[in-house]
């Protein structure tokens, strides 16, 4: 079962708005068509092999590191892959896209008196890249990396070290994220707005069940905003 978010009727309620990048603001496509297509077919090629036999030996590789902060550093897969992720992601930067209504919604919630604030997983080179291609940077009074912080957002005590270098009051924060485990470990942190997306990657179905309500479309999510 899915609950959708629509219009959210608590904006008085929030002091500060914490936003994920992939798959939240921006389509996720990018992420799942370069580990589950473009890596595997560099990495057959790199070692002369199948990309079915690419494809077994990288899920295996992808699932020992899943819900780490190696899952998400760019040098960490440089290295155990022998491939140069860093150049890889450049080649693709073109298909970096943002998700529909965002820059709206982003506009709007710069304009408002919350505190807007960036937290992402994913790695500083990555961001880089995504920013450069998109600009969505202007929107945010803050932007805050997981690697700088040394956890990723599902681990437990992420929460807590964010609030020591970004003091909110999580009575009054509210967060998006496509990840469900990041948002069970905000949630169990006591962060008290809670919100998933429905489809984070564009080519994908949308999610079918999720304990969290899902924003579809940001305008209609934020029209309550003054
Ligand atoms: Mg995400």
Not at 18 to 46: C, I, K, R
Not at 61 to 80: E, F, K, M, P, V
Not at 200 to 224: L, W
Request: proline share 3%.
């Amino acid at each position: 079962m899915v609950k959708h978010a629509g219009q959210f009727e608590y904006w008085r309620d929030v002091e500060t708005i914490l936003l994920d990048m992939d798959g939240t603001l921006l389509d996720l496509y990018f992420d799942n068509h370069f580990w589950l297509e473009h890596v595997p077919l560099q990495y057959a090629s790199a070692r002369n092999i199948s990309k079915q036999q690419a494809h077994d030996e990288l899920m295996q590789q992808y699932r020992a590191a899943r819900g780490t902060l190696d899952w998400y550093c760019i040098d960490y897969w440089s290295n155990q892959l022998q491939l140069d992720i860093r150049k890889l992601k450049r080649e693709l930067a073109h298909m970096i896209a943002i998700r529909p209504s965002v820059s709206e919604f982003l506009e709007k919630i710069n304009a408002s008196d919350k505190r807007v604030v960036m937290v992402t997983n994913a790695h500083p080179a990555t961001v880089e890249i995504k920013l450069e291609q998109t600009g969505i940077h202007h929107h945010f009074d803050q932007m805050l990396n997981a690697h700088d912080i040394g956890l990723a957002k599902e681990q437990p005590g992420f929460w807590q070290k964010l609030a020591e270098i970004e003091p909110y009051n999580k009575q009054a924060t509210m967060l998006v994220d496509d990840n469900l485990e990041v948002l069970l470990s905000a949630h169990d942190y006591g962060i008290a707005f809670c919100f998933g997306i429905l489809q984070p990657d564009s080519q994908k179905q949308e999610i079918d069940d999720s304990a969290f309500a899902v924003i579809d479309d940001f305008t209609e999510f934020v029209a309550g905003l003054e």
